[in-house]
Structures are given as structure tokens and as C-alpha cells.
């Protein structure tokens, strides 16, 4: 099951996934704000689709899209098109017609407990937020255009509770470097999920997400720091 995607500026899908049941006893707080998260996905329905705007800031380009689900193509190009916006709208009309759910429900926050492994600690808390640390569970992959691999073998998740015990954010971070395949390393990898809700009562959604890639693959280096923010949101 899809427990959240992204895509980078040369849109590789990352998939994260998980299944089964999480392993380790939950902190009261964890438990309260993922149980808020399913609460308020639940009340949403399966029928709740929305329009947004995509935002994409890359060392070295700009662009901003915006979804409708009731646009035929679904993305339509709101900053100044180029060649490359030009390709990234072809590519993402094409990923839009193949994926299980919509952009905008991709969005939606689901299947956080079964993400958790075994191992759940506390490792920061102050007047804004408590830190959660945790172990993948074993089911957890991610996978690009080129396969998949075992994140919970290389990655360490971490997630923070507010006040009122809300969810605000995810991470997933590579502790040391890794070799996904035998042809690639990954020097460092750090992707940080911003979630709200996406209007008062309504279900969380992602808003913010930065990806810190640094890497080598066939022999090429490669580096990626790529920030998005999804905004203007509006039910259809």
C-alpha cells in the first residue's frame, strides 16, 4: 500500500511503502496524533478530491503547477514554460493517468503505524515539539524507476508531535552511506514531510517537503536539493 510519494525535479518516483502492523508500542502522544490522522482520513470519505498548487524550487530552476481533477490533463503549467517544464508536465500527465489514486489524494497522510518498526524512542522535546525516533519496519521499501530496496535496512524515520498532539512532520534519513544496488551509492539522503490539515476539520495533507540527495549510480555522481510547497488547496 502507497504511504506517500514524491517525485524529484527529473521526476523519480520514491515510493515508500509498508505493510502488516507496527511492532513496537506506541508513546501515548505518537498514538494520539496517528490516531487523529486516521480519524480525520476516514471522516474525509474516498471521494474527496481537491486542486492544489505545486511549488518546486531546484538549485537550478523554479516552476509552479497547478492540479484540477476535473481539468482533462490534470496539471496545468503556472510559472513561464521552458523546455524542461514542457517535459515535466508531459511526464507528470502521464505518471496522473497511471497512479491507483489521483495527485491530490496522493497528498493525504494514511498508514503511518505500519511504517513503525520495533524500536520507538524519544529524542527531543520542547515547548513546540516532541521527536520520535524510529526503526523501519521490516515491510518499508523505496522504490524508484529502477527497482526497489530495503529501507528499513539503510534508512532511521523520525516524526514530530505538537501541541494538542498533532502530527508535523516526517523524516527519513540515511545514518551513514549505502549501496542500494551495485551500481549505486548513496553518499547521503535526507527527505523531511511537512504535514496539516487541509482546511480545519478536514484530513492532513502534505505541504511542505525538502529532498537532500547526494549520490553516485553507473559511475556518475549526482546531487539533488529540491524543496516543494503545495498550497491553494480547494475541494471539488
Known amino acids: 500500500m502507497n504511504?506517500?510519494?514524491l517525485?524529484?525535479?527529473a521526476f523519480v518516483s520514491i515510493?515508500?511503502?509498508?505493510?502488516g502492523v507496527s511492532a513496537a508500542t506506541l508513546p501515548a502522544p505518537v498514538d494520539a496524533a496517528i490516531t487523529d490522522v486516521e480519524t480525520r482520513r476516514t471522516a474525509a470519505g474516498e471521494?474527496?478530491?481537491f486542486t492544489f498548487k505545486m511549488h518546486t524550487v531546484t538549485a537550478e530552476s523554479e516552476f509552479q503547477f497547478r492540479f484540477d481533477p476535473q481539468?482533462?490533463?490534470?496539471?496545468?503549467?503556472?510559472?513561464?514554460?521552458t523546455k524542461q517544464t514542457a517535459k515535466m508536465r508531459e511526464r507528470m500527465i502521464k505518471r496522473a493517468i497511471e497512479q491507483e489514486h489521483g495527485p491530490d489524494r496522493e497528498l493525504l497522510v494514511s498508514d503511518l503505524r505500519e511504517l513503525i518498526g520495533d524500536k520507538i524512542e524519544l529524542v527531543e522535546n520542547d515547548d513546540r515539539q516532541r521527536v520520535y525516533r524510529?526503526?523501519?519496519?521490516?515491510?518499508a521499501a523505496i522504490g524508484g524507476d529502477g527497482g526497489s530496496f530495503d529501507a528499513s535496512k539503510h534508512l532511521t524515520g523520525e516524526?514530530?508531535?505538537?501541541?494538542g498532539d498533532r502530527l508535523l512532520w516526517l523524516r527519513f534519513f540515511a545514518p551513514k552511506a549505502f549501496k542500494p544496488?551495485?551500481?549505486?551509492?548513496i553518499k547521503s539522503f535526507n527527505l523531511k514531510m511537512f504535514y496539516d490539515p487541509i482546511w480545519p476539520d478536514g484530513p492532513y495533507v502534505l505541504v511542505r517537503q525538502s529532498m537532500n540527495l547526494d549520490g553516485s549510480a553507473f559511475f556518475k555522481s549526482f546531487k539533488e536539493d529540491v524543496e516543494t510547497q503545495y498550497t491553494e488547496f480547494e475541494k471539488r
Open 3 to 5: 504511504l506517500l510519494k
Open 7 to 9: 517525485r524529484s525535479v
Open 15 to 19: 515510493l515508500l511503502t509498508a505493510a
Open 47 to 49: 471521494e474527496l478530491r
Open 71 to 81: 481539468s482533462s490533463d490534470g496539471w496545468t503549467l503556472v510559472s513561464e514554460e
Open 134 to 139: 524510529f526503526d523501519l519496519s521490516e515491510e
Open 159 to 163: 516524526l514530530a508531535i505538537g501541541p
Open 181 to 185: 544496488a551495485v551500481v549505486a551509492k
